[in-house]
């Protein structure tokens, strides 16, 4: 029954895999874009020494070379689900810095 059940899973994954990674590679740009532009261009990073930029940017670093390698692995769920989350730690990063920003009132 549990086999059968991921290997519909796998399956649809597979159908389905290019949009996935399109969608993946199209927020996470999104995301190292707003990150730069928030925190780089107005200088937080560096008047502050606050660090959680660098560790969101290294993790959506990771994503964005785990989407351009040809590995052949883009079809494995696994591999997507790895770098899948990669995003969400980036993410968890972005907002602390967005966070961190508006406590301090550094906007």
């Not at 707003?34 to 969101?56: A, C, D, H, R």
């Not at 940017?57 to 994503?63: C, E, P, S």
């Amino acid at each position: 029954m549990l086999k059968s059940v991921i290997n519909k899973i796998n399956q649809g994954f597979i159908r389905e895999s290019g949009h996935h990674w399109a969608s993946l590679s199209r927020f996470n740009n999104l995301l190292i874009i707003l990150n730069i532009s928030l925190f780089f261009l107005t200088e937080l990073v560096t008047k502050e020494n606050y660090y959680f930029t660098f560790y969101s940017l290294l993790f959506l670093g990771l994503v964005s070379l785990g989407t351009l390698l040809p590995l052949g692995l883009l079809n494995r769920l696994w591999y997507y689900l790895v770098f899948l989350i990669f995003e969400f730690f980036g993410i968890y990063f972005f907002v602390t810095s967005v966070w961190y920003w508006v406590i301090t009132s550094k906007i």
